[in-house]
């Protein structure tokens, strides 16, 4: 098919370029590319028929990880004060 509806993955390395500039970089456009990953995302792993904990699970962890660099900082003064 055309190279601007192609998936990532299904670009290849020397496409790419030419890909990149067919993508729509305006706020809606990327607005646009995040919902079509979040339904991509939750179709895969949350609305299955017989899906167990793995997709819930997989978002939990993100978000323990992510907020966990975002108190990095604030978490090794804590340590640091307590090891004295």
């Known amino acids: 098919g055309p190279l601007s ?17 067919t993508c729509d970089i305006s706020p809606q456009g990327l607005l646009g590319g995040v919902r079509k990953a979040w339904n991509s995302y939750y179709d895969k792993y949350i609305n ?9 699970s997989m978002l ?15 978490i090794s003064k804590i ?3 307590v090891s004295y």
């Open 48 to 56: 299955v028929k017989r899906g167990g904990p793995a997709g819930i």
């Open 60 to 74: 939990l962890a993100g978000y323990c990880l992510l907020s966990y660099g975002w108190n990095y900082q604030h």
């Open 5 to 21: 509806e192609r998936r990532l993955m299904d670009v290849r390395l020397g496409e790419l370029p030419a890909w990149l500039a």
């Open 79 to 81: 340590s640091l004060l």
